[in-house]
């Protein structure tokens, strides 16, 4: 379940870049727009990636102690 839920967190992550891009395409945001929204996106990736992570390590602790 671990591994699913952080490869839906990058699934998202892409389809949002994807609309990022097109949207700078499209000139709706600048180069430098596109470049903050894709490291904010990055960062808060990241973010989700270490919680899910520190969830099912706190979890595999749980189930070994038992």
């Not at 430098?32 to 390590?57: A, N, P, R």
């Amino acid at each position: 379940k671990l591994e699913a839920s952080k490869v839906a967190v990058r699934a998202v992550r892409e389809k949002v870049k994807e609309e990022i891009t097109e949207a700078q395409k499209n000139k709706d945001l600048t180069e430098d727009d596109k470049f903050d929204f894709v490291k904010e996106l990055d960062e808060k990736t990241q973010e989700l990636t270490k919680q899910l992570q520190e969830m099912g390590d706190g979890k595999e602790k749980e189930i070994m102690s038992v």
